[in-house]
């Protein structure tokens, strides 16, 4: 995990770099999709990327090494905001299921471009909100709470058996993909 060796939340939020860049990524791709110049097929690809990257990795360094590490520094659950942060990645899995399952009934014909534009744009507005309070109240925290290099190795070990990386390259294909439909 090269570049991140003084805080786990320093690879956090370089993961929220990222977020943020295709949550922007998602709207245009939505617009692009309801102007018919973009398939549907791109946005679930651009959904598939938010899945696996913003859940399956940032959530997981997340859920899995520092909450937990937190909590067992006395940062309360409840109290502390962990369980808000928490329901929100439950209900972000919620609404990208169902952003990807009308995706997929409008490449069948049977979807509708709005339910597709209400899903993305409540996903987005949850994702930026869940952002900002990360960033400006529980990264804060978890820097008082967990020492520089503590958890670096497991965030690492998450980012590695997720593909980051590999994830990050679709990621900007994705994004070049969607400039040139938007021309």
């Known amino acids: 995990m090269e570049g991140f060796e003084t805080h786990?939340?320093?690879?956090?939020?370089?993961?929220?770099?990222?977020?943020?860049?295709?949550l922007d990524v998602l709207e245009e791709s939505v617009e692009l999709l309801a102007q018919?110049?973009?398939p549907p097929s791109t946005v679930a690809r651009l959904a598939r990327f938010l899945e696996?990257?913003?859940?399956?990795?940032?959530?997981?360094?997340?859920?899995a090494?520092?909450?937990p590490c937190m909590e067992a520094r006395g940062h309360p659950f409840r109290e502390g905001g962990l369980k808000r942060l928490t329901c929100d990645h439950g209900v972000a899995r919620?609404?990208?299921r169902g952003l990807?399952?009308?995706?997929?009934?409008?490449?069948?014909g049977e979807g509708s471009v709005e339910r597709v534009k209400g899903y993305a744009a409540r996903y987005v507005e949850l994702i930026r909100r869940h952002i900002d309070y990360e960033d400006l109240e529980v990264f804060e925290e978890a820097r008082r709470l967990v020492a520089h290099g503590e958890m670096v190795?497991?965030?690492?070990?998450?980012d590695r058996e997720t593909g980051r990386d590999r994830l990050i390259d679709e990621f900007y294909r994705l994004r070049d993909e969607v400039e040139r439909a938007g021309g």
Not at 8 to 22: G, K, P, T
């Open 65 to 67: 090494a520092l909450f």
């Open 8 to 22: 786990v939340v320093d690879s956090l939020i370089d993961d929220h770099r990222y977020i943020l860049q295709a």
């Open 153 to 158: 190795g497991e965030a690492g070990r998450i």
């Open 94 to 96: 919620y609404l990208l």
């Open 52 to 63: 696996e990257f913003a859940d399956g990795c940032h959530h997981a360094k997340e859920e």
């Open 100 to 108: 990807l399952l009308e995706l997929e009934k409008l490449e069948r």
């Open 36 to 38: 018919g110049r973009l």
